[in-house]
C-alpha cells in the first residue's frame, strides 16, 4: 500500500544519482505524452480522425491564448510554453492511475518548471529588446524600489512551485486520508474534483508564465 | 515534560491552527469573489465566458494561499526542522 510521503522515495541509484520514483513517472509521462502524438499524427488528412482532431483544439487553444496575450509573434513563445503546458496537464493527471504517485506532488519537480518559467522570462525579455534595455526596467519608477524588484523576482517564481506542488499534493493526501477513514465510493467525488483541480493548475502555471513573460517584453515602445 | 514533548504537542496545534486561520482570509475571498462573478453574470450574459475565465484564475490564484498554510502544516508536522535540535 501506498504510503502518505511528502517526499519522493529512492527506488535505485546509478553511481551518485539517486532515482526516486518521481522521475521514473516523469519518464513514463514523457513516453506517454510522446507515444499520443506519434499514434494521433501518423496519418494526417484533411477530414481529421477523432484522435487528430482533439489534438488539434488543444493546439488552437494554446495559440490562441498565447496570441491574445503576447504583443510579439507568438511561435517565438508556443514551443516551449506548450510542452510545459501539456507535460504539467498530464502529469497533474497521472496521479490517479492507481499506484502511481503524481510527479508534480514532489516540491524538486514543480521547483524544476518554476526555474525554467523564470528563465524563460529573462530569456524572452533579453532577446526582445536587448540586454539594456530589459535591465532598464528594474529602475523604474525609482532606483529606490530596486531590491523590491529583486525580491518580486525570487517570491513569485517560489509560489509558483509552491502553489501546484501543494495543490497536487492537497489532492493526494485528500484521498489517502477519506481512504483511511470511509474506504468504499466516499473518495470518488474528491477525486473527481482532483482531475478538475489538475487541469486548472496546469493552466494557471501556463498562463502566470505567459503574464510574466509578457512583463518582462511589456516596454517594447 | 520533557523537550521532545513539548515540541511534538505545539507542533501539533500550531499545524491545525494554521490550516485554521490560512483557510478562514481565502474561503471568505473566494466566496466574495464567486459572488461578484455571478453579479456581474447576471448583469451582463454575453460577457459570461471571459468572466468565468477570469474568475477560476483568480479564484486560484486566491487557493493558493490557503495551500501555502497548507504546505506550512505539513512543514510543521512532517519536517519539523526544530526536533533536531532535541534529538541528537
Known amino acids: ?221 | 515534560m520533557d523537550g521532545l514533548t513539548i515540541i511534538i504537542a505545539v507542533s501539533i496545534f500550531s499545524a491545525g491552527l494554521a490550516i485554521a486561520i490560512g483557510g478562514y482570509g481565502p474561503a471568505r475571498a473566494l466566496g466574495e469573489s464567486l459572488s461578484k462573478a455571478l453579479d456581474s453574470i447576471a448583469r451582463q450574459p454575453e460577457a459570461s465566458a471571459s468572466i468565468m475565465r477570469t474568475l477560476f484564475v483568480g479564484m486560484a490564484l486566491i487557493e493558493s494561499i490557503a495551500i501555502y498554510a497548507f504546505v506550512i502544516a505539513l512543514i510543521i508536522l512532517f519536517a519539523n526542522p526544530l526536533i533536531g535540535y532535541v534529538v541528537k
Request: aromatic residues 12%.
Open chain 1, 1 to 221: 500500500m501506498k504510503t502518505l510521503s511528502v517526499f519522493p522515495e529512492k527506488v535505485f541509484s546509478i553511481g551518485p544519482v539517486q532515482v526516486t520514483d518521481t522521475v521514473i513517472t516523469t519518464w513514463f509521462v514523457m513516453a506517454l505524452v510522446i507515444a499520443i502524438c506519434a499514434l494521433f499524427t501518423r496519418r494526417l488528412s484533411i477530414q481529421p480522425s477523432t484522435g487528430q482532431e482533439i489534438l488539434e483544439g488543444i493546439f488552437e487553444a494554446i495559440e490562441t491564448t498565447v496570441r491574445d496575450v503576447l504583443p510579439i509573434d507568438p511561435w517565438l513563445v508556443i514551443p516551449v510554453l506548450g510542452t510545459i503546458w501539456i507535460l504539467i496537464g498530464f502529469s497533474n493527471l497521472v496521479g490517479i492511475l492507481p499506484m502511481v504517485k503524481t510527479p508534480t506532488a514532489d516540491l524538486n519537480t514543480t521547483f524544476a518548471f518554476a526555474v525554467l518559467s523564470y528563465s524563460m522570462t529573462h530569456v524572452f525579455g533579453i532577446a526582445t529588446q536587448g540586454l539594456k534595455g530589459y535591465l532598464s526596467h528594474y529602475k523604474e519608477p525609482t532606483w529606490i524600489l530596486f531590491p523590491f524588484h529583486l525580491i518580486a523576482e525570487v517570491t513569485r517564481t517560489v509560489a509558483l512551485a509552491i502553489r501546484l506542488f501543494g495543490n497536487m499534493l492537497s489532492g493526494d493526501m485528500i484521498a489517502f486520508i477519506l481512504l483511511g477513514i470511509v474506504g468504499f465510493l466516499i473518495p470518488v467525488p474528491f477525486n473527481l474534483l482532483h482531475i478538475v483541480i489538475g487541469i486548472i493548475q496546469a493552466y494557471i502555471f501556463g498562463v502566470l508564465t505567459l503574464v510574466f513573460i509578457a512583463g518582462g517584453i511589456r516596454s517594447q515602445p
